[in-house]
């Protein structure tokens, strides 16, 4: 099957906006190492997962189904991006997206009802609540978002939208 990205224009509008959402997502880093309040801390993370989101939809298709994923393999393939990239990963975009559903699971799982939610800190620094009571913590010094009980290390995914927006960058100039 044919696929839209084997016309060298669209290739390259596709090859555009991945160069685009990489330098959202490094903003919304930029902004997070700067940020000065939790609110800034927790829109900068939201707004640095979004843009991952975006650039796997990109590259894997909006439905990561085996047929969209081909059709975007020769987007991938001019890239240079492989299936390990953690940017595949759009698990912890979809945590921010469907929170609803986090706090109904932690209501139905937690009967003390301990709730920590946007904490700005080493998650071992506060004796008490188990892991999975903590909704959104994060670590700014390790650069590690913990979301209930789950750990999501930013730094893999920053170092492979730098490397990814070089590429893109490159591509996109021709």
């Given at each position: 099957m044919a696929s839209a990205l084997d016309d060298p224009h669209v290739l390259r509008v596709f090859t555009g906006e991945v160069a685009n959402q990489c330098s959202y997502a490094?903003?919304?880093?930029?902004?997070?190492?700067?940020?000065?309040?939790?609110?800034?801390?927790?829109?900068?993370i939201q707004a640095f997962l979004i843009a991952t989101a975006n650039i796997s939809k990109l590259l894997w298709g909006s439905k990561q189904t085996p047929t969209r994923a081909t059709e975007r393999a020769p987007l991938r393939r001019a890239l240079s991006v492989g299936d390990e990239s953690p940017l595949k990963l759009r698990q912890w975009r979809n945590y921010f997206e469907h929170y609803d559903e986090r706090i109904e699971k932690w209501a139905r799982a937690d009967p003390a009802r301990n709730y920590v939610d946007q904490n700005v800190g080493s998650i071992d620094e506060i004796a008490g609540p188990s892991p999975h009571s903590f909704m959104r913590n994060y670590d700014p010094t390790l650069h590690r978002l913990w979301l209930s009980g789950e750990c999501c290390d930013l730094m893999p995914m920053v170092a492979a939208v730098c490397q990814l927006r070089q590429r893109a960058d490159r591509n996109v100039r021709g």
């Open positions: 490094l903003r919304a880093f930029g902004d997070l190492e700067e940020a000065g309040s939790v609110p800034d801390t927790f829109a900068a």
